[in-house]
């Protein structure tokens, strides 16, 4: 094993020059190489980092925890495999297995994960403008366990357009949600790209940052800043004003429901009060979402806010991009079950939070790639059922 005691360099994660991006990702876990761990240990056969490859091989097929990944590295033509092609000689009994993987330093762990995801957006190139949603999840089974002081909280950074998620920071708690999003942009190089984010953070102090930092925003709007909602809302709902807004429309059918988008957006805020006070808001918006189904019909308003200068257009492609963080959550659930997860050790749990997405990276970079009709889960269960096809998902 490496026990390095060297710190970890790196660079401002995220989106560097567009002539940087013909770095290619040969092995990944050339990125894990530089893993820090809270303390020795008197293990002689085996290594923090073959546990962790052992991790990130078995999430890679679709395994959900580590009982199942200790079950499925341990079969004989599995343990041969292993050996063959990624260089793990032994594999430690269960006990031992999370014993290992308690013992990782987890802001070494991140480190190396923002590294790995920093190669994978290079590969794609960054020449346009880039989306950038930040939210936050809480995984459940922490909120049930009385080992844990608050339930687990964890904010995540994902790029819209490649599926990608970029970096993540843990917070004890959704309360303690709005600084942590605060600090984790701070790390970004968000420099012409564009962040969104839902209500919760929707806050002056981020705005600040994020236009100190070069970059844009388009937060939502709700009760949380009532007199900005209160502002937006009136001048929206005027059907005389709504008409001098620029308008974009568009409409999905998803088996029997219909969905209609109306997007109103207009750079027209001199009235408004206190506006110094949010910086550089250049625009507000407002799209309205109307349901049709068997069950009847039904209606909703949203509202934001921008520092950019949006068509109607711009906000309905926009605004929908915030979404895919929520998707990202859900995939950690429908793949992995990671709010039945009942690990009572806070490092172990975020270690496998951090191995998830790792997963979800690279399988979704696969799909991309190379099999855009195919299921993450097909492509998973292909990796489970043949170690090589591991190999095609890392080196692609």
Request: hydrophobic content about 35%; glycine content about 4%; some cysteine.
């Amino acid at each position: 094993m490496r026990h390095c005691s060297r710190s970890i360099t790196r660079k401002s994660i995220l989106l560097k020059d567009a002539d940087n991006r013909c770095m290619d990702v040969e092995n990944i876990f050339d990125y894990f190489n530089d893993i820090k761990i809270v303390s020795n240990y008197d293990g002689y056969f085996y290594s923090v980092n073959e546990a962790l490859k052992i991790l990130l091989l078995g999430l890679l097929c679709g395994r959900k925890n580590i009982r199942e990944i200790h079950e499925w590295a341990t079969e004989d033509i599995i343990k041969d495999k292993l050996n063959k092609e990624f260089g793990i000689k032994k594999i430690p009994c269960y006990y031992w297995l999370t014993c290992l993987l308690k013992l990782i330093n987890i802001d070494s762990l991140n480190e190396c994960f923002m590294n790995m995801a920093e190669a994978l957006i290079k590969e794609y190139g960054t020449e346009k403008p880039l989306t950038i949603a930040i939210d936050g999840k809480t995984i459940r089974s922490t909120d049930k366990m009385s080992c844990y002081e608050s339930p687990l909280h964890i904010v995540s950074a994902q790029v819209a357009e490649f599926g990608i998620t970029l970096a993540q920071k843990c917070v004890k708690g959704k309360t303690n949600e709005i600084p942590t999003v605060q600090s984790l942009i701070k790390t970004l190089n968000i420099k012409g790209h564009t962040i969104v984010a839902d209500a919760l953070n929707c806050q002056k102090e981020t705005a600040k940052i994020i236009k100190e930092r070069k970059g844009d925003y388009l937060l939502s709007v709700k009760s949380n800043q009532p007199l900005l909602k209160t502002d937006i809302e009136e001048y929206v709902q005027d059907e005389i004003l709504r008409k001098q807004m620029d308008c974009a429309c568009k409409s999905e059918k998803n088996r029997e429901r219909v969905e209609k988008r109306t997007a109103f957006c207009t750079t027209n805020i001199g009235w408004m009060d206190n506006t110094e006070q949010w910086a550089g808001l250049n625009c507000i918006g407002a799209i309205h979402s109307e349901f049709k189904s068997k069950k009847g019909k039904s209606d909703e308003w949203h509202y934001y806010i921008s520092s950019r200068k949006l068509t109607a257009e711009e906000l309905l492609n926009i605004a929908r991009k915030e979404w895919v963080v929520e998707t990202m959550h859900w995939l950690l659930d429908v793949h992995f079950r990671e709010d039945d997860c009942r690990v009572l050790d806070k490092n172990l749990q975020q270690a496998l939070n951090i191995g998830r997405k790792v997963a979800l990276n690279l399988v979704s970079r696969y799909k991309q790639k190379n099999a855009p009709k195919a299921t993450l889960s097909h492509i998973m269960f292909k990796a489970l059922m043949d170690t090589s096809f591991i190999k095609k998902i890392l080196q692609n």
